[in-house]
């Protein structure tokens, strides 16, 4: 069994990211492990561990973690633009070994998303959220 902390691994990955978190980008406000309280501007990310497995290989052990992750933002635009951008970011990671805080992520594969999940919370002046899943082998 090898086990990572696979959210605080991704979430150090997006909160350095040097174009996808952070004043003037994108995610505005950056990637947590819980739904923040009144933002006040720009869009956010709240990532979640949804499962994990040992990965099938012989060289060493890897943690397969499905994440979710969920960009909020006041307006339908500024949520979908933000879960474009962090879906490219994550598709960019392909077949690259990349440091996420403790971890190395070897490759980010089955990307679903963005998708809707409640057109009716926008129009009630909360929050709009788009979803974005991913499955990441660290190790």
Do not use: K
Not at 93 to 103: F, V
Not at 112 to 121: E, F, K, N, R, Y
Not at 131 to 136: G, I, Y
């Amino acid at each position: 069994m090898a086990r990572v902390a696979a959210t605080s691994a991704v979430l150090a990955w997006i909160n350095n990211h040097p174009t996808l978190s952070g004043p003037g980008r994108p995610l505005d406000q950056g990637a947590f492990d819980t739904q923040i309280r009144s933002p006040s501007r720009g869009a956010y990310l709240w990532l979640t561990r949804l499962d994990g497995a040992d990965a099938m290989v012989a060289e060493a052990p890897i943690d397969e973690a499905r994440m979710a992750g969920v960009v909020f933002a006041a307006t339908r635009t500024a949520a979908e633009l933000a879960a474009v951008a962090y879906a490219n970011a994550l598709a960019d990671l392909s077949g690259q070994h990349t440091p996420m805080g403790d971890a190395t992520c070897l490759v980010v594969d089955d990307i679903v998303g963005p998708q809707l999940i409640d057109d009716q919370a926008g129009a009630r002046g909360e929050l709009v959220a788009y979803q974005v899943d991913a499955t990441f082998y660290l190790r």
